[in-house]
């Protein structure tokens, strides 16, 4: 098992994966990330639910927390404890369906969304974009000083998102954040222990 010298979360994204999803899933979970977020927002709910029962099923082996994205009742179907949510779905969830997550994280984009993020009872919070990514083409980063400013405005676990790697997590963790999210690394690497070790202690 590779432990990890910073938190570093893996979101999915199947249409980036060059490999068997499940498989590359599998090596993923194998390499103990901090969390691995299922973030198929192309999927109907049906879809979706068959696909994170499989999803769970991997990260319970190797002891990996799995956190569910967007669809609140799969996640409640599945017994899923651990939610990642858009800032929409947050206002709407009741206080019962808050409740029944240990986990519950939200996308922010602003110190006003971080803050609310907090009030309305988030375990955590992914805070981006940080530095130039693909997903983003053309779209301004929003800097380390934005990342300092949402992680002074809150008490809750910051996650950089938005062009993270071995390269720059630690500029990240040192504007306060607690780790970084990673997804195309993951997806599309030829080697995912190889990559992995990037982000690890000896």
């Known amino acids: 098992m590779i432990i990890c010298m910073y938190d570093v979360i893996c979101i999915t994204n199947r249409s980036l994966c060059k490999y ?14 901090k969390a691995i977020i299922l973030r198929e927002k192309d ?4 879809a979706y639910h068959a696909l994170a029962a499989e999803a769970l099923k991997i990260c319970r082996a190797y002891d ?12 409640i179907a ?30 922010c984009h602003s110190v006003e969304e971080a803050k609310q993020a907090q009030e309305l009872g988030c375990t955590y919070i992914t ?7 693909d997903c983003k083409k053309g779209v ?15 008490s809750i676990a910051v996650y950089a998102i938005g062009g993270i790697d071995s390269e720059n ?4 963790c040192q504007a306060g954040a607690k780790g970084g999210c990673v997804m195309s690394g993951w997806m599309q690497c030829t080697d995912v222990p190889a990559f992995a070790k990037g982000f690890a202690t000896e």
């Open 43 to 46: 999927l109907s709910k049906e």
């Open 64 to 75: 990996v927390p799995c956190i569910l994205h967007s669809f609140v009742d799969v996640a």
């Open 127 to 133: 805070a981006g974009h940080i530095f130039a990514t």
């Open 140 to 154: 301004p980063p929003r800097g380390l000083a934005f990342l300092e400013q949402v992680c002074s405005s809150v």
């Open 20 to 33: 068997d999803f499940l498989t590359r899933l599998t090596e993923i979970a194998k390499c103990a990330p």
């Open 169 to 172: 997590i630690h500029m990240v």
């Open 78 to 107: 599945l017994q899923a404890k651990a939610i990642h949510v858009p800032i929409g779905v947050l206002r709407s969830m009741t206080e019962e369906e808050k409740k029944y997550f240990s986990v519950l994280g939200v996308s």
